[in-house]
């Protein structure tokens, strides 16, 4: 299956005192260029991302976004006793040295630096979840990519159908051409002489079918279109092959117009540079 380049994937994930997300963004590109963004906590799984991405994506412009977001509302809180313990020793005897010492409120310890504090995320554990979670969000990522590109396959194989069909139309109306052609170059040298010489005659309508002969071009375009259609069918990372074939298609669908010596062929030529330029744009979105 072929594959776009363009495509959008998140994937998230809620862990205990903290909030993962990546965001990836694709577009077409010549080559695999990545951008990844990490948080200041996260930056030392930059090399490792890169890794993944290139393991899994072929080419495309990548941006990469991970979000990271600490949830202190969400943390498991930690209460320092010793300090705690010292903190009450203390109050306790200062009660013994002043007249009428209130009761000491719990809140208020609690406030004390240092008493309560959110227990802090294990950083390993923590840079193999954003791994895990970046690797659905490429799973997502081309997922996407295939819907986008079998969507491309189909408009690709429906264009090579119509380019073979005017193909057939073309090969169709040579006979009656070439009679046509044949038929106004007569009338041209008989208007021209009274008595034109047979054998000169002849010749030069060899040489009027030798410029308009199609033949060649016409099998070629035959050939490069069922070479398009294995390469879609085939799959994988193909856009620079179906870019060059492109090319081909186009030379042919060039050279078939300017041998044109009829308004039916210069109309598929023209028919011909259309589809072939329809799907032209098409690869370039292709993997």
Known sequence: MIRSMTAFAR???HLQGAELAWELRSVNHRYLELMPRL?????????????????????????????????ATDAELELNEALVKRLSDAARRVG?????????????????PGVLSARQIDSDALEAAALELL???LDALLETREREGEQLGKMILDRL?????????????????????????????????ES????????????AAQKMDV???LDRLVTHVAEVRRVVTKGGPVGRRL???????NREANTLGSKSVDAETTAAAVELKVLIEQMREQVQNIE
């Open 11 to 13: 994937a998230d994930r």
């Open 39 to 71: 948080p200041d906590a996260l930056r030392g799984l930059e090399n490792a991302t890169r890794e993944r991405c290139r393991q899994r994506l072929g080419r495309g412009k990548v941006d990469i976004t991970l979000r990271y977001q600490p949830d």
């Open 96 to 112: 013994d040295l002043i007249m009428h010492p209130g009761q000491v409120n719990p809140l208020e310890v609690l406030q004390f």
């Open 135 to 137: 690797d659905q969000a």
């Open 161 to 193: 159908d119509r380019v073979e069909q005017q193909v057939a139309r073309v090969r169709q109306a040579l006979p009656a051409i070439r009679d046509a052609l044949r038929d106004r170059l007569k009338q041209r040298v008989q208007d021209a002489v």
């Open 196 to 207: 034109p010489d047979p054998e000169r005659l002849e010749q030069e309508l060899v040489l």
């Open 215 to 217: 033949d060649e071009e």
């Open 243 to 249: 870019d060059f074939l492109m090319q081909e298609l």
